[in-house]
């Protein structure tokens, strides 16, 4: 049995649990049961508000959904597919992860917006829609979306069009084990539970105590700046009035023709990002693709023109530093609280840089930051945090979200 769980006792004297936070974790091959498994481990006999479910994308999500309902009933249930998945009870490595918010104090809205990809900007527009229908002090809007749907940063800026600079913003980018080819988002109310792709689902928390919100990536700017004279979005034409590629390409000793191999190019290039300057630091952006014909270069975020940027480089300790930065700022936002648990959304990259060891290490630092907290996540192709201003997308990074 893997279960941890944390809470706080009713001001009453009477000993319930006034509030808690569950996970657990299954590595069973049966989808069902490991949906069971994980479900009754991260409850432990209680009720949920909210269930939120990471997985595999090659596991029988039907099967697997089948066994977290068994045990939670048809209380609000979000999810999706991850590159690999976090808890306190197991290294990282793909298996079901159930997490679980319950007791006093918590109020919770579930929706979801299909074919994400023809609208990212509407789609958070409209599952931001139910924060208005929270009265809790404090809210946060948790969302998951489709690793795959491309202009990410849209989706965040609807959502914020909606529930503006009060309201918190977290969540992460669905994937699959690098396959690039289908990755699955889900939801569940008392009408079922739907399996969706090119979709994002989203929960509007309310809470009666603080929610914390931490992102950190570990990344430091190497050799000299660059402005970026010329960009729309995410296409970056021109460095420095040359041709983008061309400029990337010196930089890490090689020429345009390194595009030409679009795969190993991406693979390469997801080592090597682009620091944007922000007055809290470097904004990470990721070099999706190259563009030998014209010389551009992709980004799966915007960059706009006039931007300031850096290469980018990191290794194992500073990847694992991003832990203390995150989970100090995750905490701060707590306002002296202490934490019942946390959700974690980490850059599917990051898991490829650390390889097995540096993972270990990893989450030997958080337990070391937060001893016997339960924590719950999933490796990502997207980060979502927002703890000041507008922008709200990244990647190679890694977000905490901490619960009171």
């Known amino acids: 049995m893997t279960v941890t769980s944390n ?21 069973d091959v049966d989808a069902r049961a490991a949906g069971v498994q994980a479900s009754r481990d991260a ?10 479910v990471f997985c595999p994308a090659d596991i029988d999500m039907q099967a697997m959904l089948e066994g977290v309902r068994s045990e939670t009933g048809d209380v609000p249930l979000i999810g999706c597919s991850g590159l690999a998945h976090l808890s306190q009870t197991g290294p990282a490595e793909l298996a079901v992860v159930v997490s679980v918010l319950g007791g006093d104090g918590f109020e919770v809205r579930v929706s979801a917006a299909p074919n994400v990809s023809a609208g990212q900007r509407a789609a958070g527009e409209h599952v931001a829609d139910m924060i208005e229908e929270l009265a809790s002090e404090h809210k946060l809007l948790l969302l998951l979306a489709d690793g795959l749907a491309g202009e990410q940063h849209e989706l965040v800026r609807g959502a914020y069009s909606v529930i503006g600079a009060t309201v918190g913003l977290a969540g992460g980018c669905a994937a699959d084990e690098f396959l690039y080819e289908q990755t699955f988002q889900f939801i569940g109310d008392a009408s079922g539970v739907r399996v969706l792709s090119d979709a994002v689902v989203a929960a509007a928390i309310g809470s009666d105590a603080p929610i914390g919100v931490g992102v950190a990536h570990g990344w430091r700017k190497v050799g000299k700046p660059m402005v970026a004279t010329r960009s729309s979005e995410g ?24 595009a030409n191999d679009a795969k190993a190019f991406q693979l390469f290039a997801l080592k090597h990002p682009l620091g944007m300057s922000r007055r809290s630091g470097e904004d990470i952006r990721v070099i999706h693709g190259g563009n030998v014909e014209d010389g551009s270069i992709t980004c799966l975020a915007d960059v706009p023109q006039g931007a300031l940027l850096w290469m980018m480089e990191t290794d194992r300790a500073g990847l694992i530093s991003s832990v203390d930065d995150a989970y100090a700022e995750a905490i701060d ?38 001893p016997g907290i339960p924590f719950a996540g999933f490796y990502t192709m997207g980060e979502i945090a927002r703890t000041r201003g ?7 990074t890694l977000v905490l979200v901490a619960f009171a």
């Open 43 to 52: 409850l432990a006999g209680r009720t949920a508000s909210l269930v939120v």
């Open 7 to 27: 809470e706080t006792k009713a001001a009453t004297g009477t000993g319930q649990p006034a509030r808690w936070f569950g996970a657990g974790r299954s590595t």
């Open 235 to 258: 296409h970056v034409h021109t460095l420095d009035g040359e041709p983008a590629l061309d400029v990337f390409a010196e930089r890490v000793g090689s020429t345009r023709a390194m």
């Open 333 to 370: 936002g707590l306002d002296g609280a202490a934490p019942l648990g946390f959700l974690a959304f980490e850059c599917g990259v990051r898991f490829l840089i650390l390889e097995a060891d540096g993972v270990r290490e990893e989450a030997a630092r958080f337990a070391e930051c937060a």
């Open 390 to 396: 507008a922008r709200g997308m990244h990647h190679l």
